[in-house]
């Protein structure tokens, strides 16, 4: 006759047990008796979770703490960029501007005589000729100011060192010292820069 394991023989106690088994978690054996771990497996169970958390969190902070160092350096790389582009369109003006100046003043003598010849004409009583010329002049002074031309002609202004130039001193009475009494040759500035300063006589006061 044949022996039947019950639930409450040895070898039916060690089936049952056997059954439940062991689950493990996250590298930890835990016991499982009717489907319950136990109290001291539990604590095992939090531990490793807990430890899980904590390297999750601990990993965010050193992708964030990245993240931040990243975004740093490309906020520098556009400031860095921005000053560059700025730079040489700053660079690319100024060369503009001096290769600009740098024409007109190549234009004045031809001012200067345009001026001399109209002077002449009106003398030599050609008055067509004196009209004809300068109306040329006018034009070419027209043209030339609207790109940042400025005449220079300080005639009864007080003598200013930076921008006239005193070819004589005149002994007079008629007005203060120090005042441009004539202009002898007018000068001139080109988007603020001094080309040529005007060439004047000063008066002084009468000994």
């Keep these: 006759m044949k022996k039947v394991d019950g639930p409450g023989s040895k070898a039916g106690d060690d089936k049952v047990k056997s059954e439940a088994g ?14 319950e771990a136990l109290p001291e497996e539990e604590e095992l169970l939090e531990a490793a979770g807990a430890e899980e958390v904590e390297t999750a969190i ?4 050193e992708l964030a703490a990245q993240n ?16 560059y582009r700025k730079r040489m369109i700053k660079e690319q003006t100024r060369i503009l ?26 003398e030599s009583g050609a008055a067509g000729l004196a009209e ?3 109306k040329v002049l006018e034009l070419m002074l027209d043209t ?10 300080p005639e009864g202004e007080p003598f200013d060192p930076e921008h006239h130039e005193a070819m ?12 441009v009494v004539d202009v002898i040759q007018k000068g001139y500035r080109f988007a603020g820069v001094l080309l040529r300063p005007a060439m004047v006589r ?3 006061p009468v000994k």
């Design 97 to 122: 501007e001096t290769a600009e100046a740098d024409l007109v003043k190549k234009l004045l003598p031809v001012i200067d005589n345009l001026e001399r010849a109209i002077m002449s004409a009106g």
């Design 22 to 35: 062991r689950a493990p978690a996250d590298g930890v054996e835990v016991e499982v008796v009717d489907g």
């Design 168 to 179: 004589m001193v005149v002994e007079t009475d008629q007005c203060p010292e120090d005042t």
């Design 58 to 61: 601990a990993g965010e902070g």
């Design 202 to 204: 000063v008066s002084c």
């Design 132 to 134: 004809g010329v300068g």
């Design 68 to 83: 931040a160092v990243l975004l740093d350096s490309l906020q520098r790389l556009k400031a860095d960029f921005d000053n």
């Design 144 to 153: 030339l100011q609207k790109e940042g031309l400025e005449v220079i002609d």
